[in-house]
């Protein structure tokens, strides 16, 4: 393996970064490995994490971590790797039965907020990657686009969405929108959430939108305000002789 052929190149095959175990045993060991790095990156940042430190907690001889990889950036970026392909696959298979593409963002964002809660560390681990290797940053950030435009884009041939909407910006703004609502809900908030209220709110906000309609008639004005007030009152006009007038339309006979 070579460090520095790889270094920023997120799409590579995870291949390319670990010497895959070829016995139960050996995946084991590698598993402990990477579980134990995964908690020392959570608990202390990629740099301030040591080899040492990871093989200890994953009780392995330092030398057996050179079987498998050759330096913590292969690690780190195999790592990332396995969180990218968790999610996706925890996500797949939740919306898979779904029948709409309304469905699938509905039961995706519920998901995405009970997965985030029970693997929070996933969060220390993919925003991290912007302070050791900006291009593993954006590459996570923009081949999860790609893949997310593709089931947009099929919701587009199919008839679900508007055609004149960007996919590729519609896209971010809904990974935008998962991403921080999964913040707050499964990262900054420690007691439980309401998930289903949250996801409730967002999807009455995807189905109407925030503003209020700009392109409806306008009010009919109210007409002018009256500030006298005459009333009515017949009780004496017979007294004070006045005459009946004839009805409207009709004229009074001459003599």
């Not at 009970?114 to 929070?120: A, L, S």
């Not at 500030?227 to 006979?253: A, R, S, T």
Request: hydrophobic fraction near 35%; include cysteine.
């Amino acid at each position: 393996m070579n460090r520095l052929k790889q270094r920023g190149d997120f799409n590579l095959d995870y291949r390319a970064l670990i010497n895959r175990p070829k016995t139960k045993k050996g995946r084991e060991t590698l598993n402990r490995i990477v579980s134990a790095a995964a908690q020392e990156f959570y608990e202390k940042g990629y740099h301030n994490a040591s080899i040492n430190d990871i093989t200890r907690r994953a009780g392995v001889a330092s030398g057996t971590f050179y079987v498998y990889f050759d330096g913590k950036y292969n690690l780190y970026k195999f790592l990332l790797l396995q969180c990218s392909h968790m999610i996706r696959k925890h996500l797949n298979q939740a919306i898979q039965s779904c029948a709409t593409r309304r469905e699938a963002e509905e039961v995706g964002l519920r998901e995405w907020l009970h997965f985030v809660r029970e693997n929070r560390y996933m969060y220390h681990i993919i925003w991290e990657s912007l302070y050791i290797d900006k291009k593993l940053f954006t590459d996570y950030y923009v081949n999860f686009c790609r893949s997310y435009m593709r089931g947009i884009d099929a919701a587009k041939a199919s008839g679900e969405l508007r055609q004149e909407i960007d996919s590729e910006v519609l896209a971010y703004t809904l990974m935008g929108a998962s991403n921080f609502l999964g913040l707050n809900w499964g990262l900054f908030q420690d007691y439980p959430a309401d998930v289903d209220k949250v996801v409730e709110s967002f999807m009455r906000i995807i189905d109407g939108g925030i503003f209020t309609r700009t392109d409806a008639a306008p009010p009919t004005p109210a007409p002018p305000a009256i500030q006298i007030q005459v009333e009515f009152d017949d009780d004496d006009l017979e007294d004070e002789g006045e005459e009946d007038l004839p009805p409207d339309g009709e004229e009074e006979p001459e003599d």
